[in-house]
């Protein structure tokens, strides 16, 4: 090994302090260098050796070049090098999945238990939205289209059903953004229909007025109230609405409690070829066949109704609309047109 003893050159003394030393010694350093033999590291015995003391001013440590490692870098070839590929975008439908961090493999367990609930949710998910894919839904029949005023008239011509319920109009459009039938599809109707807009309008109230004709019709007379003559609405010009019948209760009623059952549940003229979704033709029915006065039953035809075709006879002015003809529904012996009060109804709806 070698001892190097560094020192500096005199520096003068700061004034008003007398220098201890003649020069200052600077730190020393040890550089231990292995000397390498043929066998091995060789420990210094019999030649130990000698330390040299070697002064070395602060000039001189100024002067010392340092080499500088130029070769490195120059002497290495490009075909040497690996071409290091950077990803600057993703192209066509591909997507970089995202790689959670796992800290135990607890995580592991329960990212996996996830991860298949979450399928299954979704599976399920598309499931119902396929099956019940409200976009397909077409009403085939009991549906209105406003004539060009965008006026629409309904006369309240005979109340032969044994409720006291109301009838109102409503706009379709966007409805098909509801399952037909469902809570959100009524409540969406009884909120048209309350907002006495063009969106819709409650237009008969069997509980506080009455029909135009008063007799029997097919069964004893159960109108009671004042009728209150021809009732106009605004609706847009060119829309198409549909009829909601609430056998025994009100539209309030039915925005208030959608799930609503029993006779206060709401029956619609619009009729769809599915017969699972209460949508049914015969729910109204076409009295002349020209397209302007109609009747509903005030219970499903699919399951309780007498088919007497009486219970809430009305007019339609200023909209068209498409219906099963009630001779098609009718049952057998129940006909009423027959009778003088029927003709005379007949007589009075002839569209004008």
Known sequence: MSWFNFSSKKRPAAQGFTSKKKRQELPQAF????????????DGTDNPIDIVDIDISADQIADIDIPEFEEGFETISDNDLDEIAFVTSVEGEETLEEIPFVTSLDDVAESEATDEALTDE???????LTGLDSSSVTFESGVFTVGQTGDVSVDFLFDGGGYEGELA????????????????????AA??????????????????EGARFVGELGESDRNSGEYLGVKTVQMRPG???????VPNNTVQRVF???????AARPLFSMATANPDDAFHVGQIADVTGD???????????????????????????GATGEAALMDEV???????????????LIDYAEPY
């Open 330 to 344: 009718i049952e057998s012996g129940k006909d009423w047109r027959e009778t003088d009060l029927g003709q005379a």
């Open 31 to 42: 550089i231990l260098e292995p000397i390498l033999t043929p066998s091995g590291v060789l």
């Open 169 to 188: 109009v409503f706009s379709l459009e966007g409805m098909e953004e509801f399952e037909p039938g469902s809570e959100a599809f009524i409540q969406e």
């Open 291 to 317: 397209g302007s006065t109609f009747v509903m039953e005030d219970l499903r035809v699919d399951t309780q109704s007498d088919g007497d075709y009486n219970d809430v006879i009305f007019q339609v002015r």
């Open 239 to 245: 829309d198409e609405f549909g009829f909601m019948l």
């Open 256 to 262: 208030d409690n959608p799930d609503v059952g029993g």
């Open 122 to 128: 979704t599976l399920l998910s598309e499931s119902l």
């Open 191 to 208: 909120s048209r229909a309350l907002s006495d807009s063009e969106l819709g309008h409650v237009v008969i109230s069997d509980q506080t």
